[in-house]
């Protein structure tokens, strides 16, 4: 599978105001540490389509990866950026790209509701460009490239060192090196023993 990333800080907490239209309006598809994946079709063109997405839950100061694979057999490129709700805000480009991305959903997509609260919470605007990379003889395909299916993961880092996808991975290669480093030692030592020992002579 292609794999495409981009790894970000947790901003400072963000007190909404309890009005409307609020970010439950936009009706965008959401990703926390606790619903960190997210398995969707996301339509794309040669020219390029923009994807929003909403990261919750996030920890002020934590280092967070996040990652969309998707199959060899879809060639596709695909760019990642992180935006705060301020700069996206105070921002007409971004304000506008993502209206149009949340007018453009239907309203029949469901999503997951999101509890009013007063209380700040950490939360980044996603944003994934998808645009089609292939180059064939069938107009069809070429008028209208196929969705891709994809996987979108938000992947927390433990200690701000190691994603914690990747916890067992390390833990497996800290076991291993230790079970070496024991075992080279007692090979050593059996091998020093050998070399020092003389033939006794019947």
């Known amino acids: 599978a292609n794999v495409e990333k981009t790894i970000f800080l947790g901003p400072d907490p963000l007190q909404l105001p309890d009005v409307r239209p609020g970010l439950e309006d936009l009706r965008l598809s959401s990703l926390s540490p606790a619903k960190s994946t997210l398995r969707t079709r996301l339509p794309v063109s040669f020219a390029g389509k923009q994807h929003w997405f909403l990261l919750e839950d996030l920890e002020e100061g934590r280092r967070y990866e996040v990652r969309i694979c998707w199959a060899a057999t879809q060639p596709t490129s695909f760019w990642l950026d992180t935006h705060t709700i301020t700069t996206v805000l105070e921002t007409p480009d971004l304000v506008s790209a993502l209206a149009s991305y949340s007018e453009s959903i239907a309203e029949s997509v469901l999503v997951t509701e999101r509890s009013q609260t ?85």
Request: aromatic residues 10%; without cysteine.
């Open 118 to 202: 007063a209380e700040a919470s950490s939360s980044l605007f996603l944003q994934i460009r998808a645009a089609a990379d292939f180059y064939t003889t069938n107009k069809t395909l070429m008028n209208s490239p196929p969705d891709v299916k994809v996987d979108v993961i938000l992947d927390p880092f433990i200690l701000n060192v190691l994603p914690r996808s990747l916890a067992p991975t390390g833990v497996y290669i800290v076991v291993v090196a230790v079970v070496a480093w024991f075992l080279s030692g007692v090979i050593a030592r059996f091998i020093s023993s050998v070399g020092q020992s003389k033939p006794h002579n019947d």
